[in-house]
């Protein structure tokens, strides 16, 4: 699958709707219950960059942008200005924010990922395109460093220690990260409202499995 490892432009981004969507099949039976289901394990986003008023410079970054991924044929990151830390919105990143893994003494590769809670019920939602040199981490409460303690793929989201880590020790990690996204269109339809704004009132944006 193609992809490439850039951010649409986050300034074009800011105001954007969307958040995640689930599919349940949900069967009615006889006597009046439901039988719900569902095939993914995982949220899938969409979102809408619909700019509405904006400058035509902004216009052309954002067509330059689409024909460079070739609209739908091309995924890229995006900034979900609602969701993009391992922390809540108001705090500061820390290699405390989220647990990744548990030592065993053999393991050593994780997965960066978010939990989210709600009452005693939890979703694990893996993080795949984690941003650039915002990876904090810890093992059993000891902050380490990128680069000697550990390394991160940051297309992948996976994390690689120089050893293993201690049997029963805590991994946890803090980060920013982006959503793996593609245009969910071929077609951008622009209109000219003025000499020096325009509008471009649907651009869909899906979020892809990488």
């Not at 899938?44 to 330059?64: F, K, M, P, Q, T």
């Not at 990260?177 to 969910?184: H, K, S």
Request: aromatic share 10%.
């Amino acid at each position: 699958m193609a992809f490439h490892e850039v951010r649409f432009p986050a300034s074009l981004s800011f105001g954007s709707v969307g958040g995640p969507e689930r599919r349940t099949e949900i069967v009615t039976l006889a006597n009046g219950f439901e039988e719900r289901n569902t095939p993914w394990a995982h949220a899938r986003r969409r979102y809408d960059a619909g700019l509405g008023l904006r400058s035509l410079d902004d216009v052309e970054v954002l067509i330059a942008f689409f024909e460079a991924r070739q609209g739908q044929l091309i995924g890229f990151r995006w900034k979900d200005w609602s969701d993009f830390k391992s922390c809540i919105p108001s705090q500061e990143i820390s290699g405390l924010d989220q647990l990744i893994a548990v030592g065993d003494e053999v393991t050593d590769i994780a997965q960066l990922t978010k939990t989210y809670r709600s009452g005693e019920t939890t979703y694990v939602r893996p993080i795949s395109k984690p941003v650039a040199g915002s990876v904090r981490l810890s093992i059993g409460g000891d902050l380490r460093q990128e680069g000697v303690d550990f390394e991160v793929d940051f297309e992948t989201g996976t994390v690689r220690f120089d050893h293993p880590p201690d049997l029963g020790a805590e991994v946890r990690a803090g980060f920013e990260f982006d959503v793996p996204v593609r245009f969910d269109t071929d077609a951008i339809m622009t209109s000219i409202s003025s000499f020096d704004a325009g509008e471009v009132p649907d651009v869909p944006i899906v979020e892809i499995r990488v």
